[in-house]
């Protein structure tokens, strides 16, 4: 079992800069993700990274946001910038023993989730 701690997050000015942190109990495998919720949206794929640090982005947020590990420590970032009103959303990490993917149902491991809030 794998255990996710999300961090970061809260509320920001349209435009502006926040760091979500995911800590993992034990290296979860091969891919950590993040998804984001929307209020009455359905959760979304945003970003992934695997263990040989190959990156995947939603076009939404290509550009703006970058995703980071430290295998040292199990720790995932996401550096978002440029944040707009629409990004504002629940955003969970996830963790996968898989092959890369970005279908929701296919992660094993989830954390609580943290809000992230950006407005106008």
């Known amino acids: 079992q794998v255990q996710l701690v999300e961090s970061g997050g809260g509320l920001v000015q349209d435009g502006g800069s926040l760091r979500l942190s995911c800590a993992a109990s034990?290296?979860?495998?091969?891919?950590m993700a993040w998804f984001r919720q929307a209020p009455g949206k359905a959760r979304e794929f945003v970003v992934a990274i695997d263990w040989s640090e190959s990156k995947y982005y939603a076009d939404a947020v290509k550009g703006r946001f970058t995703n980071s590990k430290d295998i040292y420590k199990n720790t995932v970032d996401l550096r978002m910038t440029s944040l707009k009103p629409e990004d504002t959303a629940v955003y969970y990490c996830?963790?996968?023993?898989?092959?890369?993917?970005?279908?929701?149902?296919?992660?094993?491991?989830w954390g609580q989730g943290t809000q992230v809030t950006v407005s106008s």
């Open positions: 034990r290296r979860p495998a091969h891919e």
């Open positions: 996830a963790a996968n023993k898989g092959r890369h993917t970005i279908v929701e149902s296919l992660y094993d491991y």
